[in-house]
């Protein structure tokens, strides 16, 4: 019996918190999320895949980079407030010098910021979650 069936077979139940939690995610990509949760959602979508020059790149090119910024300063503590800022400096270094070690070095130190915080974002994403209706 392979892992799915046994999975399957025993019908698994999700508690209303993982479901609220799954629900959120999926309004996420249809882009039905309230500001300033759904930049935080991109925030941390795009770090886990890629870290900040990620991040920074795919908003630039989707979007208005300086009104996400803005939004997620509204909803992000202090110390990853100076961490997105640190970041963004480092990442604009690279974007007229492309092989600045400093920057580079600079942009992997706030992705490690981030991991050890990264807490912090799941806890706001999860009081959002909570309010969402099944």
């Known amino acids: 019996m392979s892992l799915f069936d046994f999975f399957k077979k025993k019908k698994v139940e999700l508690t209303e918190e993982q479901l609220k939690w799954n629900k959120m995610w999926e309004l996420w990509t249809e882009e039905k999320v309230a500001s300033p949760y759904a930049e935080l959602m991109t925030y941390q979508s795009e770090i886990n895949n890629g870290g900040h020059d990620q991040y920074f790149s795919n908003v630039e090119n989707t979007g208005d980079l300086q009104k996400e910024l803005s939004t997620l300063e509204t909803i992000l503590s202090a110390k990853l407030k100076a961490n997105l800022k640190k970041a963004h400096k480092a990442y604009l270094v690279l974007e007229e010098k492309e092989d600045d070690e400093k920057a580079e ?19 706001l994403l999860e009081e959002y979650a909570c309010k969402i209706e099944l």
Do not use: A
């Open 105 to 123: 070095e600079t942009l992997e130190q706030c992705d490690d910021v981030f991991y050890e915080n990264e807490e912090e974002i799941n806890r």
